[in-house]
Structure formats: C-alpha cells, structure tokens
C-alpha cells in the first residue's frame, strides 16, 4: 500500500539530532543483531515487522538498499536494525548510524519534545584513571526545577557511586538508568586528583519538561557588546502543547540583545543534539547577516523515489526551506558568530553552523561536532493496532552553496576541550566563554587555565539524547 504523505509534508522534513537527546537506551551499533532462538514468528511480530518494512521501503534515504529478503522472523527492533544501511560498519562514515525504534510511540514523541523521567543532570563519562575500569560521572549541567537542582546538585559536581556501589565499565550503564531513586555519592578534584568523599545526594527521577533556552547574557566589554546564549534543544514549546512558548523564549532573548546592541554573539550549542528543524530556522533568522525570506537556509534530498515523485508533481521547490524575515535579526550589528561546540553537538546544532556559513563567518570554539547531515521522521500507526515507534533517516540537507560535506563532523577553527574541574555556564572565566571572549577582545589574559587531571572520555548523556523537529503532519514529525 502506497503512504499517504504528501510533498508539503515532505518538504517540511529535516533531521537534525545527534544520536539521542535523552537518557533512554540506544541500540548500539557496535553489537549485531542477533536472531531470537525460535524461527516462528508470532502473528504480531509479522504484523509489526511487515508494519517497519512498508514504511522503510516507501521513505528510508537508504530504501534502495534495503535487503530483498530481509528476515522477517526477527524480533520487531532487531528487524528494524537489519534493515539500516551498513548499520556495524564504522569504517563507513556515510553509514546509517542514527535511525532507531522505540517499543512505545507515545515516549518517543515525549522525548523528542523534552519531555523524560529524569533526575535532571546530564553528564558525561570519564575512566577515573587512564586504563582503569572504575568511572566517574562529571555534571555537566542540570535543569533548573528538576528533582537533581532540588537536591543541591550542580554543575562541575563529580559523582563516582550510585546507590553504594562504585561505577565501573562494566556497571555503570545500568547504575546510572534502571533505578528510579539515586543516592549520588560525591568525589572533589584536590591538588590534581579525584578524591572520595562523604557527601551523598538522593534524587529520585519524575516527568520533567525541559526548558532549552538555558541561559542568556549579555557582556560588556570596551566598545563590545556580546550577547551569550545557551541552548540545549531546539523545540518550540512543551510536549503535548501546540504552544511555542520556547521559541517565544528566544525571540524575547534576541529582543534583548537588539535593544542592547549587540555586536558581538556567543552560541552555546556544546550541549544540544538537535530538535525541531521549525526551531532551528527561527534561530538562524534571527541571527544570519542580510537575510529575509527569499534566501535559502537549507534544502533537502530525499529517496530516488521520493524525489522523483516531487519531480512528476512539480514539487520540488518545497524541497527548500528559507529564512524568515524576523524583526529580532540582530545580522546587521555582527560581523560573524561564535558558536561552542563539543561532540555532542550535532544536528540542528549543526544545520544552524552549515545553514550559516554562506552568509558570516562562524568560528567554532570546541570540540568536533557529532556529524549529522541528515534528518529523519517520526513514524507511529495511525490505527493505533501497532504500539512501536521509528525514526529513520528520510534526508540529507545542503546549505545554499550546496555544502553538506560534515558526516564526519565541524573540525573546530579553535580546539578546545572542557576540563574535568568547571567553572558555572555564563562565568567569563568558563573555559569556552573564556575563549571566545578572548578572541572577540583580543585579549589572551582573559583564557582561563584547564583545571584538573586530564581523564579518558567515554561518552555523555547528550549523545544520547534524540533530536526532534517539525512537520505539517503532526502525525509524523521530523527530526534534525
């Protein structure tokens, strides 16, 4: 049966999120999937299997290399991952890595619009020594309002036990996930190193909506005015509201920085794995140099079959979403941006960066971005028979010089990496804000000095949050 989407719908998708924008599990692509023991298929795994099929086959970017006869004895989600594109073969950049299915549509479509059960940290992991097996957990920040911020924890807190035993390698995944009620045992960095302490922090997890316009400023400094944002997820309003309360956050923050004249611009985007693509068209608008609405921001490539169809109808023009003309611009007082980036931001963090060069310079201050050129939609049954939900990539976006060479991610124009011990987002002694002011000031005295030891990294919770985003249909949003 043929899909019902049309080219409007079509033309509104883009995706933009990095690996996952919550704390729910991720399939992990270094393990294959592996058959159930029985070759039986029940009746609802052939219904929910031959459900995925249909829609892949019609909108997967990589249709054309779905399997001919893909094994429809498997488990629903093992199913799914047979059917992406050189899903385990991380020699291949251009590979499928960031498609997924969750059993419940409905948390799915929660968790795209920053909505989770949480404690309100996220934070990421370093081994505590080089080739040791114990882990530590570094706040990287936490929500205001949240059961984590109730409990007094902070940003820069280091957590090496939960619930009394010691993260390890081998632990930590499940510690840090399955339990709903959290006893944070606490470490400080003294004279360079990590050291146990007493202090214990109980958080239990609850529903928590996320506010992503975390925080604004703006800094004076000689003849600069420098407006600071951090953002940490592009949606426009809370899950389940048709209002867009969150981007009325951010024109009210660029409101401010309009009437304060700004002239220099930080964009703290180290934190944000992508969301809505509607979202991340109104922040660029309000920030790229001689825009309106007849200029491109991005446009986007589907399927050969999608394509052709869009062609046949004379749709293609819908493939290009522009810029907005948007009374907060504050282009004409920037000479260029900065943006803050770490891996974990990808996306539509990372449109907002490509989406932005043909018009400004846009110095990036960081780390390597995740990498993620290419948007997908929310899938979930009309009928309401079949409960899953699915996120597979649909597009691959280009900026209007026709640029989407990042699968590999932004090389920052200055390295810079956060150190184990932090100062608090927004402090100009911050080691990122730091940095860009320096640059914007010509003032190298204002680089603060790396605190603590240097440990291996081995992830953080914002790659593996879900990036979200929007179309026409809300039955099937898009995701950047």
């Known amino acids: 049966m043929r899909l019902s989407w049309n080219a ?3 033309g509104s998708i883009v995706a933009v999120g990095a690996g996952f924008w919550m704390t729910a599990c991720t399939k992990d692509p270094s393990v294959t999937p592996q058959s159930p023991i029985s070759s039986s298929p029940s009746t609802a795994t052939q219904s929910v299997d031959g459900w995925i099929l249909e829609n892949m086959r019609a909108v997967y970017y990589w249709n054309d290399k779905i399997p001919a006869k893909p094994d429809t004895t498997l488990a629903p989600e093992d ?12 020699a291949n950049t251009e590979r ?18 920053g909505e989770e059960k949480t404690t309100g940290l996220e934070v990421k992991y370093y081994l505590r020594a080089s080739g040791s097996t114990d882990v530590i957990m570094k706040v990287l920040y936490v929500l205001p309002g949240s059961p984590a911020a109730k409990a007094g924890l902070k940003r820069g807190n280091i957590i090496t036990s939960v619930n009394g035993q010691k993260l390890t390698t081998s ?40 506010n992503p316009v975390y925080l604004d400023s703006v800094y004076t400094i000689g003849s600069k005015k420098i407006g600071y944002l951090v953002y940490n997820q592009f949606i426009p309003g809370p899950n389940g509201s048709t209002a867009t309360t969150y981007d009325q956050k951010l024109e009210q923050v660029f409101s401010k920085f309009k009437a304060q004249g700004v002239n220099e611009l930080v964009l703290d985007l180290r934190y944000n794995p992508g969301g809505y693509v509607s979202s991340s068209v109104k922040l660029a608008s309000m920030i790229a140099k001689g825009v309106d609405n007849t200029k491109t921001y991005y446009r986007m490539e589907y399927n050969k079959d999608v394509m052709a169809e869009l062609k046949t109808q004379n749709k293609t023009d819908e493939l290009t979403t522009r810029f907005q ?24 963090s990372e449109l907002i960066i490509n989406g932005l060069k043909p018009f400004m310079p846009v110095i990036t201050i960081g780390e390597t971005t995740y990498g993620k050129n290419v948007g997908s939609i929310t899938i979930s049954d009309e009928t309401g028979k079949i409960k899953w939900g699915m996120q597979p990539i649909v597009f691959k976006s280009f900026n209007a010089q026709n640029e989407s060479n990042y699968s590999t991610g932004f090389v920052p124009t200055i390295a810079k990496s956060e150190p184990l011990d932090v100062k608090q987002l927004g402090d100009i002694e911050e080691t990122y804000l730091s940095t860009a002011l320096a640059q914007i000031t010509g003032s190298n005295a204002r680089i603060s000095a790396d605190q603590g030891p240097k ?3 081995i992830g953080s919770s914002v790659e593996r949050r879900a990036g979200g985003s929007n179309m026409f249909d809300d039955r099937n949003p898009l995701h950047f």
Request: proline fraction near 2%; glycine fraction near 4%.
């Open 455 to 457: 440990l291996p990294a």
């Open 171 to 210: 632990n930590y995944a499940s510690l840090v996930n399955d339990p709903t009620t959290f006893n944070y045992g606490l470490a400080k960095v003294e004279s360079g190193k990590i050291v146990d302490t007493d202090a214990v922090k109980t958080v239990t997890a609850e529903v928590f909506q996320q």
């Open 8 to 10: 409007r719908q079509w």
């Open 325 to 348: 003309a948007k009374s907060q611009n504050i282009g004409a007082n920037l000479s260029r941006v900065y943006v803050l980036t770490t891996g974990g931001t990808a996306s539509a």
């Open 79 to 90: 199913f799914f991952y047979s059917l992406l594109y050189d899903y385990t073969n991380k």
């Open 96 to 113: 499928d890595r960031f498609s997924w299915i969750q059993e419940s549509a409905d948390e799915l479509k929660s968790s795209l619009s």
